[in-house]
């Protein structure tokens, strides 16, 4: 069984926006920090938001501050990143994950993740 599912990836130009969407098992809709993370070619995993499922409080890499929000829907269980303005270094695979032993941006904090899903920014 798959605890988190993505979808929303796509290819857009440069200034556009998407919405990823996480669907998330019931074990993983159980985590109290939630995040999304990215991966580009050759690059490490870099955090780019999270979210405090007991709260409000979430946090955002610098890069993405003023342009993403991510939420979550309780009542569907899905964990969502609504990008604008993205930009072409904003392109990589899109992974969500479940299970932070802290709410941070640090990808060894979190245990459970997705398969991913490719978002590509074009100038």
């Known amino acids: 069984q798959a605890h988190l599912v993505e979808s929303g990836g796509g290819s857009v130009q440069a200034g556009g926006s998407l919405r990823l969407s996480c669907a998330l098992s019931?074990?993983?809709?159980?985590?109290?920090?939630l995040g999304w993370f990215r991966q580009a070619p050759g690059k490490e995993r870099e955090g780019v938001a999270s979210l405090y499922t007991g709260g409000t409080t979430t946090h955002y890499a610098d890069s993405a501050k003023a342009r993403f929000t991510i939420s979550v829907d309780r009542a569907k269980n899905i964990l969502y990143l609504q990008m604008t303005s993205l930009k072409p270094e904003d392109t990589g695979l899109y992974l969500c994950?479940?299970?932070?032993?802290?709410?941070?941006?640090?990808?060894?904090?979190?245990?459970?993740w997705g398969q991913g899903t490719q978002v590509t920014v074009s100038s």
């Open positions: 019931e074990y993983a809709a159980s985590s109290y920090c």
């Open positions: 994950a479940a299970m932070g032993r802290t709410c941070s941006l640090r990808a060894q904090d979190y245990q459970v």
